[in-house]
């Protein structure tokens, strides 16, 4: 009997190893899906030639990976002041390092052109993910990450 159990688990953890598929939760931060709204939470699946993002089971979008046409990285840096206040009323010196503190926020944005449906988005990922999403969207597509915030506007 024991025999049996491990040549069944043998077989069985590594079979949902491999059937594990490449997702990441996301907040979806504006773009051209009108099924969404800004601060939305989604699922992106990377699969080998689509992308595709679902929405409580529902696929709500899929894009061909050779569709995309830019694969784009920037950040949100902000100072913690409103956590800095509050911490000021209870302990002045702990508020005062709070204010010192920052907080970033992750964005990837992308576009596509598939014919003649064109559009993009941008997602909030988590600081722990967002190279992993960068990383996989760049081998997907052939692409490389342009970084938002060292691109310069010219008027």
């Not at 688990?9 to 773009?31: Q, T, W």
């Not at 830019?70 to 949100?76: F, K």
């Not at 913690?80 to 907080?103: E, Q």
Request: charged share 25%; glycine share 10%.
């Amino acid at each position: 009997m024991k025999k049996l159990i491990v040549a069944l688990l043998c077989f069985v953890i590594p079979l949902s190893v491999f059937a594990s598929e490449n997702s990441y939760k996301v907040r979806y931060d504006g773009g051209s899906l009108s099924d969404l709204k800004t601060g939305d939470g989604v699922k992106l699946v990377l699969d080998q030639d689509r992308v595709r993002f679902v929405k409580d089971g529902k696929e709500v979008v899929v894009v061909p990976a050779s569709a995309i046409t830019e694969v784009s990285y920037g950040q949100d840096v902000h100072r913690r002041v409103g956590a800095a206040i509050g911490l000021a009323v209870v302990s002045f010196g702990i508020g005062a390092l709070m204010a010192l503190t920052k907080s970033k926020k992750h964005f990837v944005g992308l576009t596509w052109a598939d014919g003649d449906k064109k559009g993009g988005l941008a997602m909030q990922c988590d600081k722990n993910e967002y190279r992993g999403i960068l990383a996989a969207l760049e081998g997907i597509t052939g692409k490389k990450a342009v970084n938002s915030d060292a691109m310069t506007v010219k008027n």
